[in-house]
């Protein structure tokens, strides 16, 4: 099964909240036991899976990224967004989550996050689940 | 085919070789080829894999992500373990490896280990396996 | 369906374009939706997804691990390639890419990359592709 949706998203760097969406589309897929494929097909984004109850946290894991110093590099590739392709690389642009009993088997504190890194741009999606 | 254990850790931070348990459940799955996703559901612990042959890489791992600085920022996150949060979105919280003749086709020299980055506690591992 | 190949890395540093090799082995598996899992057996390389438009990303993402400062730390283990390991599991050795229409589902701007992170040497890269 297959599925895909967009993000709209509003800051230069930012994390959203994908969950719900994912969930929405695993529930619609039926299917209960297997995995689901989070994709991001883009070079300066990624997908990863952190806390989503204090959001500070998702403001965290920027400010750590940031704290790697990439903006300070002389890099050579000309749109100056270097650093934001070396995060997504970096974080990944995908993330393989199991389901089970019909549901992402996500740990009690994990959401799975939209990690922006060159926006704001409208993001794609992708999702591949398999039973 | 759905396994599920437990791991102990026993430092704040501390890489634990889970190599054998996983093989051992791929092997009661009596799946012969197809593939294994090794996933834990916490927001500051992490799956990796790397060299199990000398202990000290475990180590040095642990030195390479410290030398990244990120006790040195100043986070928002009450709980002042952000820094452990930023290493498990680095390191990724799953790894899919391929399933061959029976048996993981690891390297040589690959293990898998689970990374404890806010420890000691009880962490949790689960296992998909699909062939 | 399994296939296996290498790549011969010229430097001790780069990344190699395997998009058409990995593009190669999915039109020759027939499957038409799924998933590719790309992953490599070293403990000193990986894999990952980035732009293949313009070269000088690939040589940034190198700059961009230097700035790190890896090579600064005094490390345990023997053979001096400590951040090599670490950069391998900052990047990860596999990825998975969805399968669609018989294709590999990439954005229009990513690629495939084996990265060597202590060569040069011979590089085994596995595919698994499921259906």
Redesign the interface.
């Known amino acids: 099964m297959?599925y895909r949706f967009t993000v709209g998203t509003r800051a230069t760097e930012e994390l959203v909240d994908i969950t719900d969406k994912v969930s929405h589309f695993v529930r619609e897929s039926l299917v209960q036991?297997?995995?689901c494929?989070i994709?991001?097909?883009?070079?300066t984004a990624a997908v990863?899976?952190?806390?989503n109850a204090?959001p500070?946290?998702r403001?965290?894991?920027l400010?750590?990224?940031d704290?790697?110093?990439?903006s300070?590099?002389r890099?050579?590739?000309?749109?100056g967004n270097?650093?934001a392709?070396?995060k997504?690389?970096?974080?990944?642009?995908?993330?393989?989550?199991?389901?089970?009993d019909g549901r992402l088997?996500?740990?009690?504190?994990?959401g799975i996050f939209l990690c922006e890194f060159d926006g704001p741009r409208t993001r794609?999606v992708?999702l591949?689940i398999?039973g």
């Open positions: 297959f036991n297997g995995m494929v994709y991001t097909p883009h070079t990863t899976i952190n806390e204090d500070s946290v403001r965290d894991i400010k750590g990224l704290a790697l110093n990439l300070k590099v890099f050579e590739h000309g749109e270097s650093p392709h070396i997504s690389s970096l974080i990944g642009c995908s993330e393989t989550v199991i389901i089970r088997a996500l740990g009690t504190w994990q794609e992708s591949t398999m």
